[in-house]
């Protein structure tokens, strides 16, 4: 059963990113496949190179820092993968949503 709780763990913070994002107004798309996870300053699902390259990298930035201020570690390139473990529990979770409700503000 590990692998699905892991996939269910990033499910819940990729679709919780992206509530946070559209509440905020932010164009915000993410991408999963088990514990591993991309974010994406776009309208767009993001399936190609040339959709990736064309994303809003300037908000991905400010955003990387915002949560960074708040002591959430995410990598530092819109174009490297997110990865989820046994650690990230429902309260980190939890957490590193709450900071992203401010971080999303900071992108406008």
Do not use: W
């Not at 819109?78 to 709450?98: K, N, Q, R, Y």
Request: glycine residues 8%; charged residues 15%; hydrophobic residues 50%.
């Amino acid at each position: 059963g590990f692998p699905e709780r892991l996939s269910l763990k990033t499910q819940a913070l990729t679709a919780g990113l992206s509530t946070a994002a559209r509440e905020a107004g932010v164009p915000f798309s993410t991408n999963r496949v088990g514990g591993m996870f991309g974010l994406f300053f776009s309208d767009a699902n993001v399936t190609t190179f040339a959709q990736a390259i064309a994303c809003d990298r300037t908000a991905f930035n400010r955003f990387f820092h915002a949560m960074l201020e708040r002591g959430v570690y995410f990598a530092p390139s819109p174009f490297e993968a997110g990865f989820m473990s046994t650690a990230h529990d429902d309260d980190v979770i939890a957490e590193t949503l709450a900071a992203a409700r401010v971080a999303f503000a900071a992108t406008q």
